[in-house]
């Protein structure tokens, strides 16, 4: 078995580990790398836009992961559609307890 290390790509998380997949060094193909990784992390494949080697290596065929070594750290960049974001990030121009039309009053 190879292990690798993946995690979405997520640069607005303060916490953003890894986690251990294992794939099996028969199949080390781009495909299988996609399905398990998906699957361990629970997302659909369709959403992953693209896989990097950390630091900055795209992944792209079947001779890329075949190159992998144990405890390499991948990413999985997402695609970014308002209608499928995982996580919900404030904008910067939404103080907390900003009320519009409290500031709109004149005196």
Same mark, same amino acid.
């Given at each position: 078995e190879l292990v690798l /290390?993946? &995690?979405?790509?997520?640069?607005? $998380? &303060? %916490?953003?580990?890894?986690? %251990?997949? %294992?794939?099996? &060094?028969? %199949? =080390?193909?781009? /495909?299988? $790398? =996609? &399905?398990?990784s998906c699957h361990e992390l629970g997302l659909n494949p369709e959403r992953v836009q693209k896989i990097r080697k950390l630091p900055n290596t795209m992944l792209r065929k079947d001779k890329d992961v075949a190159r992998l070594q144990d405890f390499q750290e991948l990413e999985l960049v997402l695609t970014v559609s308002d209608k499928n974001l995982i996580f919900r990030v404030p904008a910067l121009f939404e103080p907390s307890g900003y009320n519009q039309k409290a500031s709109e009053l004149t005196y």
């Open positions: /290390k993946v &995690r979405i790509q997520n640069p607005n $998380l &303060r %916490e953003n580990d890894f986690i %251990e997949i %294992e794939l099996d &060094r028969q %199949e =080390l193909t781009y /495909k299988e $790398l =996609l &399905r398990v």
